[in-house]
């Protein structure tokens, strides 16, 4: 039998695929053990039983590899949040608040180390190239549809402990509102605090602050979430 050209590229294709996905799998390992700064071609190929030279036509540098596996994770917890929010009634944005919530969380606390690479320290001499933003913001952009939708339902009535923003946010507001649209400044800032709220405590969570200090962690977020939804002026 005699394969055809597009058949062949075809099974060069899911080799190879399957072949990135192995070199991804092992870095992921690496993570574990060595973190990200420790990330290293050679010692992925020797695991892999390959010769070094031979890792570089997949990822030519650590930095692409680095770049795959940010890339890899920001999907994987984008979509843990889309999954989410597409399983609560749309009219329910204080039930989509905490489920987005609740996903973050439980995606980090389940891959502590992948979670590390997109939200701890910067990993020294890599910059982030532009690949990475459309995976970054899938999990932002779920949350700005639960703001703006709530808002425009009329659902926001926050409570009047927040002073108004100062003009020089003005500009600021309105990159936000490419995530966050047809919002005005003040709620755009109370959306800013309760976002970086969520992950101020997951990394206090998953990077150990929390411990042999909460009995409960899971009650005690879900309630912090909840006073996050309260500022923003869901209804709790």
């Known amino acids: ?22 070199i991804t799998d092992i870095a992921r390992g690496q993570l574990a053990t060595e973190g990200a700064s420790g990330l290293s071609l050679r010692a992925v190929a020797r695991e892999m ?29 984008g979509e843990a949040v889309e999954n989410a929010d597409a399983a609560c009634p749309r009219e329910d944005h204080t039930g989509r608040w905490l489920a987005v919530c609740h996903a ?6 389940a891959h502590p180390h992948e979670y590390a690479l997109l939200y701890g320290s910067p990993v020294p001499g890599y910059k982030a190239p532009m690949d990475t933003v459309a995976a970054a913001v899938r999990d932002t952009a779920v949350y700005g ?13 926050p409570p009047a402990v927040c002073p108004p923003p100062p003009p020089s946010f003005t500009e600021d507001a309105g990159r936000v509102r490419e995530v966050i649209p047809e919002v005005p400044d003040d709620v755009i800032v109370r959306a800013l605090i309760v976002w970086t709220g969520l992950f101020g405590w997951v ?33 709790v």
Do not use: K
């Not at 055809?4 to 996905?21: I, K, P």
């Not at 390959?50 to 930095?63: E, K, L, Q, T």
């Open 203 to 235: 990394n206090f969570e998953v990077f150990g602050q929390f411990n042999n200090v909460l009995l409960d962690p899971t009650t005690a977020f879900d309630h912090s979430m909840r006073c996050h939804a309260g500022f923003l002026g869901l209804p």
């Open 1 to 22: 039998m005699v394969l055809s050209m597009s058949s062949s590229r075809t099974a060069r294709e899911r080799v190879r695929a399957e072949l990135t996905r192995e």
């Open 49 to 77: 039983g390959m010769v070094s030279s031979a890792i570089y036509r997949y990822f030519p540098s650590r930095d692409d590899l680095l770049t795959a596996l940010i890339i890899d994770g920001y999907n994987a917890v």
């Open 145 to 157: 549809r639960i703001v703006s939708d709530a808002h425009r339902a009329g659902a926001l009535n």
């Open 104 to 109: 973050v969380r439980d995606w980090a606390l």
